[in-house]
């Protein structure tokens, strides 16, 4: 889905914190490429994460809404100044794809995925790497883990 959005500038904050004049928004070119390189270590630990949340119900890192609509599913995320920028999310069983935390009509979503391109000002700026996870938990909903490393 970053193709898609590729020619658009990139986003180096967390969702709607960007200040439009503190060089965050429209970042080109994009410090993190716009395709990953799978990673199994990353993958690994995506699933540990993602089980335990399952097990546990607590999601880690801050929640973002879906934008302008707090009724739809959020996603969870931390550690974008870091070596590893985690998301988490539940998807629920029967919503639509329209109410998906990764829907392409979410702002937020968008700004904290499809956009981003890190911190740029930071030591951890350019991750390369990605690795996801998934638990299912409950009637068919998902608990999904994507962690971008360098």
Known sequence: MRQRYAQHGGYGDYPW????????????????????QWDDGLAAEAQGLA???????????????YQNNSSKESFWADGLDTAKYRICARSYD???EKSRWYDTSNG?????????TGMAK?????????GVGKADVDANDVWWVLIFGE
């Open 17 to 36: 914190e960007a200040g439009s004049g503190n060089g965050m928004q429209n970042i080109i070119p994009w410090t993190w490429p716009v395709s990953m």
């Open 51 to 65: 089980d335990g949340i399952a097990a546990s119900g607590q999601p880690f890192g801050r929640e973002f809404e």
């Open 94 to 96: 029967g919503n639509g």
């Open 108 to 116: 937020t979503a968008r700004e904290g995925l499809y956009y981003q």
């Open 122 to 130: 930071t030591a951890h700026d350019c991750k390369t790497k990605l």
